[in-house]
């Protein structure tokens, strides 16, 4: 009888240990409305299938990678969900484990495998970079639907347009693509900078990085045209405004969402766990509804959804991937000349 109530204490203490007590993933991503969707819809279902605590810890892509860099040689961050060109970065700091090889990473599109990472992160979700424009403005004016990029340089548009400066995505992808149309691209950026300055310059009324802020000035009617990313436009045009998105016949830049699992973590099965998870079709159902495009071709979308995001062969044959590891090396040297040149 004393040996059973030995064992039964030891089997108690056993229990208690914090060892197998409930473990805490924190994972840090976009903020706003995608936290609120994220961890109302994404988290439950992984922290009861794995036994894992998730908190939620939030920021833009930027904010992520300082806190990286901030906690080196101690993460507390075990997973984390940035743009394509950050994590390009993460990865290049050497913040980024291996991922682990799984089925469901079979059906993601060659723009968004773990390849196009080095191996070290997976695209999740899409957003394009093209032309969002007020429909009812464009229609009361006669004018077409735009389908280029340089239809953004047209003069009826003097004043009437709106982009993020290149510190931002969406500026930077547009500088790029007016570079490649005019005979340069990642590793020649001049002739953007060139016709940036002659051609688009007169007719941008604001160089706005904040997002809300680019869509106050369509609904204030200041603008008709700007550069933006297609998650954006159908944010906006949720909210009952007639704004519509327009991918460029030169090609829209895709905007990888992408997640890591962080290398030297407390937790590294379980951040695997989670990054297939988010691979996965049910997964990217949700993702959806926060504007990004699935990234695994098993994902079935339907309705307005699968009509305004980057989702199907067509769409997608459209996105353009832009050479990361070649641009962030620059990027601050092509700020300071964007300062000195474009906003003066």
Request: glycine letters at 8%.
């Amino acid at each position: 009888m004393k040996h059973l109530r030995t064992l039964f204490l030891l089997g108690a203490t056993a229990l208690s240990s914090p060892a197998l007590a409930q473990q805490t993933l924190y994972f840090a991503g976009y903020s706003g409305d995608f936290q609120t969707m994220f961890e109302k819809e994404i988290i439950p279902e992984f922290q009861a299938k794995h036994n894992v605590k998730v908190v939620y810890v939030a920021g833009n892509s930027s904010e992520v990678l300082a806190k990286l860099q901030a906690q080196k040689g101690n993460q507390e961050i075990n997973v984390i969900l940035v743009d394509n060109g950050p994590m390009q970065q993460a990865i290049q700091f050497g913040f980024c484990d291996k991922v682990t090889e799984a089925p469901v990473y079979k059906d993601i599109y060659d723009v968004a495998s773990a390849a196009t990472f080095g191996g070290r992160a997976v695209g999740v979700g899409l957003v394009a970079t093209g032309i969002a424009y007020n429909k009812d403005s464009f229609e009361k004016n006669g004018w077409a639907p735009p389908t280029s990029w340089n239809d953004l340089t047209d003069p009826k548009f003097e004043q009437r347009v709106a982009s993020n400066p290149i510190s931002g995505t969406y500026g930077l992808n547009m500088l790029l693509m007016f570079a490649r149309l005019n005979g340069g691209g990642e590793k020649n950026i001049e002739p953007g900078f060139k016709a940036v300055r002659e051609k688009l310059v007169p007719n941008v009324l604001s160089w706005s990085s904040s997002n809300a802020q680019l869509a106050q000035m369509f609904q204030n009617g200041d603008i008709d045209v700007a550069v933006w990313g297609s998650s954006r436009a159908i944010a906006l045009k949720q909210t009952g405004f007639p704004v519509e998105f327009a991918y460029p016949k030169e090609g829209a830049p895709a905007i990888v969402a992408s997640a890591c699992a962080v290398a030297d973590n407390k937790l590294p099965e379980a951040s695997q766990a989670l990054l297939q998870y988010l691979a996965s079709p049910d997964v990217q159902v949700k993702l959806a509804t926060q504007g990004f495009g699935p990234t695994n071709r098993q994902t079935k979308l339907e309705g307005t959804l699968a009509a305004e995001l980057p989702y199907g062969e067509e769409k997608l044959s459209k996105l353009i991937n832009v050479d990361w590891p070649v641009i962030n090396p620059q990027r601050a040297e092509w700020t300071n000349q964007w300062n000195r040149t474009v906003e003066r």
